[in-house]
């Protein structure tokens, strides 16, 4: 069973850095991909970041990219977030998803999220 465990939400000034952590076992390949989205109160959620667990391939949206990486380290079952210059309009609940491919709009499997609060 594909599990995903979130961690290293918490509160950050605006400028601030964090880096988020998404624990993951069992998944079906080892190229799985697994991606991030966070959803803000009142808003859709919205996917920003993807990358492919063995052929490393990254992507991001353009309103992160410059400040957010994802980078995973598969000894260890784990991809990153690196959050750098974050701004109040960043908050919300981050998740890591996972399935055989990226997307921004929806993936298979699910972790339950992190918060993450940009304060001003």
């Known amino acids: 069973q594909v599990q995903l465990v979130e961690s290293g939400g918490g509160l950050v000034q605006s400028g601030g850095s964090l880096r988020l952590s998404c624990a993951y076992d069992?998944?079906?390949?080892?190229?799985?991909?697994v991606g991030w989205f966070r959803q803000a109160p009142g808003k859709d959620r919205e996917g920003f970041a993807c990358?492919?667990?063995?052929?490393?391939?990254?992507a991001l949206e353009d309103f992160v990219a410059g400040r957010f990486t994802i980078s995973s380290d598969n000894a260890k079952k784990t991809v990153y977030l690196q959050m750098n210059d974050l701004k109040p309009e960043d908050s919300g609940t981050y998740y890591c998803?996972?399935?055989?491919?990226?997307?921004?709009?929806?993936?298979?499997?699910w972790g339950k999220g992190t918060l993450v609060t940009v304060s001003s």
């Open positions: 998803a996972a399935q055989s491919y990226c997307s921004y709009y929806d993936m298979q499997y």
């Open positions: 069992d998944l079906p390949t080892d190229d799985y991909a």
């Open positions: 990358m492919y667990l063995e052929s490393k391939l990254t």
